[in-house]
């Protein structure tokens, strides 16, 4: 049997793949591992250990090879707390400033890289508008757990070359995508590549998860369906100015716009990008979306409660969707979010690789 902490959060693990009774989660842990082994090591290296002795009989050659080396990773929910400690004989978590080459000039990124031996999972970090808030606490807290975490600041934002727009930022991510999917150099897992994005960077979040088989899945934070917004900004003569007028305060952060440009972009966007044009290919993705019930910057009756029940409408069940009594920075539920997001990543790695 497991210990009592343990258990809870192997618990909290079903609940998040849908077991939402005790019942329903004896007769799963009966169905998928036919007896429960003690293990003191914590709940996630449980999971990875059964998973390996499930399935390491049934893989051969170079598949075996790979999965042996993928479940021995430095990658334990312990960490999600406390400093990880490697030996001086490996590679130690760093950083590294990288001006990657984009369509309007060089990308300001920052890549925290985890210790151990690659290569390693790694997370793209999208900030939203106008940046102000990058959730590098999260990234950090990923970097601890055996995520490498790419963050970046979007064309014509906080020192990047070129002049801001909304589809500028939609590009400058798929090309940080592609330089982390190229260059094994940095540690990255090409096979292991998630994305995270909040408010404004939960829009381009969706778009890329929509669009780009190579990642795995992806985390949604209160995201922005900038689309939607400006839809209902054209219909309603008396929310455009409100609009207007957000969008101008946050244009002073950056370069080369203004809120006039910033509402044609949106215009010219919509039919290829709002949520409701992304759901169907969404629907077929593993999709975490967290939202915040005192949410004014983007309101959940508005930016994601459509998409959800759009998801609905198609079928799709591999999304989960969690509820905070909190506002658009999370700021009485940074630690509470911060475990979802980790727990949820780190069910995705053992999956996948196994």
Known sequence: MLDTSAWDDFAWQMCLQGIRTYAELQSEVRRRYHKIVVVCD???RFLQRIRTERHMDTLKGNNRKKARKRAGRNMNR??????PVFSPEEPQPDHQSILIPGRR????S???RTGGKGPHPAVLMCHGFPGNEQNLDIAQALRRLGFHTMSFHYSGSWGSDGEYSFSHCLEDAETILDYMLTHPETGIDPDAVYIFGHSL?????????AGRQELKAGVLMSPADLCHTCERGLADPELYPVLEASLEDSAAWLRGTNA???AEDLQNMIAEHRFLSLADALSRKDLLMLTAANDTATPFQYDQKPLLEALDRLGGKKYRHLHFQTGHGYENARIAATEVIADYLLQHVTKDEM
Do not use: T
Request: aromatic fraction near 18%.
């Open 260 to 262: 006039s440009l910033l």
């Open 201 to 209: 960077g939960g829009f381009v979040a969706a778009n890329l998860l």
């Open 105 to 108: 000039g060089k990308l300001l």
């Open 78 to 83: 312990e960490y999600l707390w406390k400093d």
């Open 110 to 112: 920052l890549l925290y």
């Open 42 to 44: 914590g709940p996630w």
